[in-house]
Every structure is written in C-alpha cells, then in structure tokens.
C-alpha cells in the first residue's frame, strides 16, 4: 500500500511534520521535480529513490482537497512526500517575494511624481 495522506492527518498537521523530518533526516529536500500539472489540479512531481539508485519514485498532490500520494512502499508519511512539502512551501514563499517585490516597483515608478513635487516647494 503507498503512502497517503488522510484529509484528518492533514487537518492536523502532524502528518506534515513527520514528512518534513524525514525530509531533512533522509536528505530529499531539493531534490523534488515538478513534471506536470492535469486540467485537474493535480500536481506531479518526481523524487529520487535512495534505495534503488537511478529510481524515482511519483508523488502526486491534489492541488484542491490537499491529499498527497506517493507511490513508494510506505504505509506512512514519508521522506519523498515531505519533499514535495517542502518544494511547494519554497515555491510559495519565492511567489510572495516576487509579488512584493513587483509591487515596490510599481509604487517607485510614480513615473516622477516624487520630483516635480519637490520642485513645486522650491
């Protein structure tokens, strides 16, 4: 049976943890790749097998209810989902950098209001 989130476990966010540890424990943080998204919402990415050398394993994220599948033996959380976790928390972080950053710019670019205002106290 392959590892499957439960929507309970992810309300709770221990699973999540468990994940993550064995992320970081096993070394599979960065190691994660995203093939494809479906017309779903489904994300597939792909993670290396660190007991089969050459071979990765699948894990799949249903982007709308939060479920994350893995194809690896496991009956538990495990090291391949916690990269998934982890990839997509540093995609939402270098999202929300971008966006702010893009919206700095936006207020900076007044176009020159900021000196023909300064000329009107002179």
């Not at 992810?10 to 999540?16: E, F």
């Not at 468990?18 to 017309?39: M, S």
Request: glycine residues 8%; hydrophobic residues 40%.
């Amino acid at each position: 049976m392959a590892a499957t989130m439960s929507m309970a476990a992810a309300d709770s966010g221990l699973w999540k943890i468990r994940a993550l540890e064995l992320a970081n424990t096993k070394h599979t943080i960065g190691a994660a790749r995203l093939l494809f998204t479906t017309v779903y919402g489904r994300e597939v990415w792909t993670v290396p097998s660190r007991a089969h050398k050459g071979e990765v394993h699948q894990v799949t994220v249903d982007t709308t209810s939060g479920r994350i599948h893995c194809d690896c033996p496991s009956t538990r959380a495990c090291s391949h989902q916690g990269a998934v976790i982890h990839a997509e928390r540093m995609r939402e972080q270098a999202t929300r950098a971008l966006q702010s950053e893009q919206e700095w710019r936006r207020e900076c670019d007044m176009g020159g209001a900021l000196m023909d205002a300064g000329r009107g106290w002179n």
